[in-house]
């Protein structure tokens, strides 16, 4: 009683199209020709493009003008109401649909400059357990959605587009058909079976809940024939999904392990874990050291510990991407040069200073020879001295000066600054020198009278 009560709570009740316009509307979205076809096209277009640039936005864009899921739900309709025309046709149509879908793709990425495979097309090439449910829950909303009055069609049916997602995959097993990615194909195809069967089985079940009429005199050797090939079909397309489900499962939980045992088990000390990374599905951690090494007794305990995260047996790879100690003899040779280099360098700025000192010197010392000498006569311009390069006999000149007068000085004053040389200069031998610019006109003059 309670069951019942159930089942009549969860009619449609006044929602409820009357069964000839409902099937009459399915009619219509089975044809796929003119319009529906033009649709396609460009619904293919538009999925290809933003599977290609990795655009959500584009490919959800082309899940709601597709206009695929007419003949799949044709077909699980004319099941249930036992209208083999209608079945055929519709099977007809999605043959054809997935032809030009297909073409269309490949030529779009065949001719596409951008070849990477972005997370909207791996996404479509593993579906699991979960894409049945969703094929299922998405089938039944659009089955009820058209059995229903238009005011709640005109919500579902654009979410039941996007959930059971028909178009992707299609362009995604074009994108394998043009890269020759047979995995990526046969992926993408096996998606699309999986939402096309469970859209048709969900189909078939709302139709018969519902009571529709049989459009031919009930066969009970047919009814058994459909659902025989039914229930086949169902577990065929049910039974991989399961497996690649219990495969991501399994995976994911050796992700979570592996995961936790690095955190818990990898800190090695004066080492730095400079990279990680986890493959499940070849069951593998590798692990990038940075630091003064990884010795073979602290990867043995790692990889004893392995069995207290469960996920013993599994491969463990540790790499040292840069030691230390090999860091040290690298930088040691490498110091080393640098260091002759600035040795050489000090020693060769040392000459420079010791240079600039002497010639700082010696300007002191002319500055001081001149300020003297210019006290003890005042027409003097100016004093120059020179060191004579070269070795030279210890009696022999070392030293050359210049003078410069006004006027040119007499006997007297040249020996007093010859004397006061003498004594300025350690009585060093030198040699003097006296211009003045007297005999400079002297000799110009005649030069002028020539002229």
């Known amino acids: 009683m309670d069951l019942n009560r159930i089942f009549v709570f969860l009619r449609l009740g006044a929602d409820a199209e009357e069964p000839k316009l409902a099937m009459e509307a399915i009619e219509r979205g ?17 999925a290809s493009v933003g599977l ?19 003949p799949i739900i044709g077909v699980g309709a004319g099941l249930g109401v036992l209208d083999l ?32 495979a972005h997370s909207e097309i791996l996404a479509r090439t593993s579906p699991t357990i979960w894409d049945v449910l969703i094929a299922l ?9 058209i059995a229903s009055k238009d005011k709640v069609r005109g919500n579902v ?26 995995t990526y194909l046969v992926g993408a195809m096996y998606l699309f079976l999986i939402n096309s069967v469970f859209i048709s089985i969900a189909a078939l079940a709302t139709v018969r809940w519902l009571g529709y009429p049989q459009r031919f005199v009930e066969d009970i050797k047919l009814k058994g024939k459909i659902r025989r090939y039914t229930t086949l079909i169902v577990l065929a397309t049910v039974v991989p999904s399961v497996w690649l489900a219990y495969r991501l499962v399994v995976q994911n939980n050796f992700t979570h392990r592996a995961e936790a045992f690095i955190a818990y088990e ?22 990038t050291y940075l630091g003064n090494g990884i010795t073979p007794e602290m990867q043995a305990t790692m990889e004893n510990r392995l069995a207290a995260h469960g996920i013993s047996g599994a491969e463990l790879d540790i790499r040292t991407g840069l030691s230390l100690q090999e860091l040290d003899n690298e930088e040691r040779a490498e110091n080393e040069g640098m ?34 000498a210019q006290a003890m006569a005042p027409d003097l311009r100016w004093l120059i ?67």
């Not at 003119?34 to 277009?45: E, K, P, R, S, Y």
């Not at 054809?96 to 951008?114: C, E, N, Q």
């Not at 829950?137 to 959605?145: N, R, T, V």
């Not at 990898?266 to 493959?279: I, S």
Request: positive net charge.
């Open 339 to 372: 260091k002759r280099q600035l040795d050489d360098q000090s020693l060769l700025v040392a000459k420079f200073g010791a240079m600039r000192d002497s010639l700082t010197q010696v300007k002191k010392n002319d500055d001081a020879l001149m300020a003297e």
């Open 266 to 287: 990898c800190t090695v000390p004066e080492n730095y874990l400079l990279d990680k990374k986890v493959d499940p599905a070849n069951r593998s951690i590798t692990l």
């Open 385 to 451: 001295t020179a060191e004579l390069p070269g070795a030279v006999a210890p009696d022999s000149i070392k030293k050359v000066v210049a003078a410069h007068f006004v006027h040119y000085p007499d006997t007297a004053e040249i020996d007093r600054i010859h004397r006061w040389l003498n004594v300025r200069l350690n009585d060093k031998q030198f040699a003097l020198t006296i211009t003045a610019d007297s005999l400079l006109k002297k000799e110009a003059e005649p030069t002028q009278k020539r002229r």
């Open 157 to 182: 049916v654009p979410g039941v587009a996007i959930a059971t997602a028909l178009m992707p995959p299609l362009c995604t097993a074009g994108y394998g058909l043009a890269h020759l990615n047979w």
């Open 137 to 145: 829950a998405g089938g039944f909303a659009g089955i009820i959605a």
């Open 52 to 70: 290609n640039v990795n655009s959500t936005a584009v490919v959800i864009g082309a899940m709601l003008i597709s206009p695929l899921m007419g």
């Open 30 to 46: 089975v044809n796929f020709r003119g319009t529906n076809m033009l649709i396609l096209v460009c619904a293919i277009v538009i």
């Open 85 to 116: 025309w209608l079945v055929r046709r519709s099977l007809k149509n999605i043959g054809i649909a997935v032809i030009v879908s297909l073409l269309t793709s490949a030529l779009y990425f065949l001719i596409s400059p951008l070849s990477d």
